[in-house]
């Protein structure tokens, strides 16, 4: 059984990930000033960081059009997929996984969408997961399979520079019931099966950068990793460093403009799965 896989820029996938498991990748929208940027295209990261704190209007964001994602779903098939597996951030946080599902609805039963529970390489480590179950050759229960156990496995946490951000976005509801006092505090979250929760927050740099070392330890051994970071490779550097792990090529992400809108530059984080 061929297996096309599917995800959107929500996922942080790099690009040496996506071109090595021919994985399929629909941009999502960041909106600035009523103009609208698909994911990757006319804004780096870096500028839409740089320029954030300056931005008079806060930007939106926005799902794609059913019709992007249809449109992939079609060439898989059309190319010889059999079945293709679609994979999506939390539908309690964003729409963007009704939208695939929608356009999925047009195709017998051949699309199937799946809610991961997650953000940036927490969801694209579970679409690796299932690309390199299906090159074994595993059926689809055996692919899905897969996919639990990494989900299952998975450990997202990182400071946040300000609980300013997250609070305006107003998709986590204790953040939005924060005090204003807080706002000058770094907040650590976690993120699980769909929920934002709040870990406490740190006073200085200093400090969240040692609370996201110790939680970091507290995985065990790892499977993978990846270092998160909205604009602040430096420190991301060096909690690698001070990881002192073992494991080769850890990626260090820029995380993508739409989940940086609502948690603003200057964070650090990791996803790690820890081993079977």
């Known amino acids: 059984m061929k297996f096309g896989i599917v995800t959107d820029s929500t996922s942080d996938l790099t690009q040496e990930m996506i071109d090595r498991h021919g994985i399929r990748v629909v941009p999502v929208i960041v909106v600035i000033d009523g103009q609208g940027y698909a994911d990757g295209s006319g804004l780096t990261r870096e500028e839409f960081y740089t320029a954030l704190p300056r931005m008079k209007t806060p930007p939106t964001t926005a799902a794609p059009a059913p019709g992007e994602f249809g449109a992939c779903y079609e060439k898989l098939l059309v190319d010889g ?28 039963g051949r699309v199937t969408i799946i809610d991961t529970g997650q953000l940036t390489l927490g969801l694209g480590f579970q679409a690796l997961a299932a690309a390199e179950s299906a090159e074994k050759g595993e059926p689809l229960e055996g692919v899905m399979a897969a996919v639990k156990g990494t989900r ?16 305006r976005s107003g998709r986590v509801s204790w953040a939005k019931a924060a005090l204003g006092g807080l706002l000058n505090l770094k907040p650590l979250i976690s993120l699980s099966e769909g929920k934002v929760e709040n870990l406490g927050a740190a006073r200085t740099t200093r400090q ?19 270092i998160l970071h909205t604009n602040a490779e430096g420190r991301a ?14 990626p260090l992400i820029n995380v993508t403009t739409v989940i940086g809108t609502h948690v603003g530059p ?11």
Do not use: W
């Open 266 to 276: 200057n964070g650090l984080g990791f996803v790690a799965v820890k081993s079977a």
């Open 81 to 108: 997929c059999d079945h293709v597996l679609s994979f999506h951030p939390p539908f309690a946080l964003t729409s963007i996984g009704e939208v695939a599902r929608t356009a999925a609805n047009e195709f017998n």
């Open 237 to 250: 550097r060096q909690l690698l460093a001070d990881l002192k792990t073992d494991l080769a090529d850890v």
């Open 152 to 167: 299952m496995r998975i450990r997202l946490v990182a400071v946040l520079d300000s609980l300013l951000y997250l609070k």
């Open 208 to 226: 969240g950068h040692e609370r996201v070392l110790e939680m970091l330890l507290e995985v065990g051994r790892l499977e993978r990793l990846v």
